[in-house]
Structures are given as C-alpha cells and as structure tokens.
C-alpha cells in the first residue's frame, strides 16, 4: 500500500501543475477548450482541465500605435481648399471585450492595422471639412468639437448610442449616422480608443520644398533691396534732418530779431528820457556823431566855414 502511495502523489503532483496556471497583473488569460472561448482568467491563481484546457495571455494595458507604423509611409489628407497635409498622430486603445478582441486576432487580423485604417477614413473625412489653418489650429484644441475628440467618439461609436429619437424622420436620419458611423467604429472587435493626438501636421515634401525655395527667393530679394532701402532711408531722415534744422533757425532768427526790435526800442527810449530833460545837450551830443562820421576816411566835404554845421566848434570871445 505504501509503495502505491509515492506514485499517486507524483501523479496528483503532476496533474496539479499541469492544471494550474498564473496569470500576471496587467494581462488577461482567455480560456480556450478545443479552441473555443469558455471564459476570461482575471490576474491570479486558476485551474483548468489539462488536455482539454488551453489559455492566451492577452497583454490588457493601454497601447500606443503611431502613424508611422502604419506601412512606414506618410499620410496625406487633403483639406477643403484641396491642399496636401502630412499629418502625424498617434492613437491610445486597450481592450474592452477579450473574447472578442481574440476572435478578431485569432482570425489572423491586425488589430493595429486595422485600427489605423479606420483612424486615416475618419480624419481623411474631418480634415475634408477644414481649411489648413483651421488644422494647424486643431491640434491645441481641446474643446468637444475638435477633430480629435470626433474620431474619438467616431471610432468608439454603436448603433444604440447613436440612435436616439421619438420622431420616425430623425430616427431614420440618425439610424443611418449610426451605421455610417458603426462601419468605422471599433467596438466589434472589442477595443475601445483612449485618446487620439495630432503630434505634427506638416506640408508634403514636394510642396514643402517650393515654399522654402518661394522663401529663400523672397529672402534675397530683400537682401538685394537692402542697399536701396537704406540710401532711401537716409535721404528720408536727412530732409527730415535739413527740414527740421530750418524751422530752428527761422524760429531762431525771429527772436533774435524781435529780441533786437524790443531792445532798439528800449535804447531809444532811454535816450528820450535821457536827452529829453536838456535839448541843447541831445543837441551838442547828435552834433559831435555828425563830426565823428563826417571826418572819418579819406572823403572831402566842402562846407562853408560860417554853416550850421560847424555851430559848436566855433570858439566863442569873452566879452
């Protein structure tokens, strides 16, 4: 009996490990029996039926997919003024159905890929609708009606969220958003978009490559001009320059002369109060400025000795 007893225990050993499994924090372990879904394993410890029982561990984290892995060639959209944009996004999803999520892989999809697709129709359809500023505008915008926040909602979209109304016209008008929008959401295949981001949005390479050459022209042209522009501004700031210099000195020359003026006015009144009190010293004193003019230089006067003129230089007798 005891000689029985080390084999059971070696085979119940066994068959405990080949019939328990871990499943790690983060991940998911779908259950499969003859290779149909029979139930999701939440992280821990489980049992399952060994040779019936197989388990997938599904990574359950929230994933990144960027653009560029989408073929590794850029996407063009064209806006409403028929204008090429590269735009470079990047889109965060996690799995929301395993068992669903599973079937679509298991079938040999690429959920990424396919994730993209859809991702490039829904903002192929939103960039259609703006014009390039508008775009470049977009990609800070945060608000509900951005371009982000629709695909968003677009990817993430059922018939019975978007179908709600009492009236048979809007139901019918919105039944049909509803499947437009169903073909693209992601739902089906048991996954649910995070967040989507515009990282960069730029021109295509061709056209990139003429607005720098447009640029580089405009560019020298102003270095050709520069000269010319500088003479031109010279001469503006010198006839400011000599304008300004001219009102100066007219300004100048008016209150010198009314400065002048006022003065001459004054001396003359001085002189009238002075030589007003003794005529015949004004007299005496205009007569000896006639002599002092009159005698300078080289000039003749013929005058006759007994004029006026000589009135005070006549020598008077004593009597």
Known sequence: MRKLLIP??????????SSAYVIEEGTRGIVLRFNKTIGLSEPGL??????????????????????SNNVGQEQKFRTHENK??????????????FNR????????????????????G?????????????????????????????VKDTLNSTVQELVKSDSIEKH????????????????????EVIDVRLKKVNFPQEMSNSIYEKMKADRKNIIQNQPFQGIKKADEIRAETILEVTKILSEAERQSRSIRGEGDA?????????????????SFIRRLKAYERSFTGNDIVVISPDSEFFKYMKLKSDN
């Open 266 to 282: 004054n001396a003359i009144k001085l002189y009238v109060d002075a030589f007003g009190t003794d005529i015949e010293f004004f």
């Open 101 to 120: 999520y599973y079937e679509t892989i298991a079938g040999g999809n690429s959920i990424e890929n396919l994730l993209l697709a859809r991702l490039n």
């Open 122 to 150: 829904c903002l192929r359809a939103e960039i259609q609708k703006l014009n390039i500023i508008d775009v470049v505008n977009d990609t800070n915008n945060n608000s509900h009606n951005s371009i982000v926040i629709r």
């Open 46 to 67: 489980h049992f399952k039926f060994p040779g019936m029982d197989n388990v997938k561990i599904v990574d359950a984290k929230i994933k990144t997919t960027n653009s």
């Open 172 to 191: 019918i008008n919105k039944n049909e958003k509803a499947l437009e929008g169903n073909q693209a959401s992601m739902r089906p295949f048991g996954i």
């Open 8 to 17: 059971i225990a070696l085979i119940l050993i066994g068959v405990f490990f």
């Open 84 to 97: 090429d944009l590269v735009v470079d996004y990047f889109v965060q999803w996690k799995i929301v159905d």
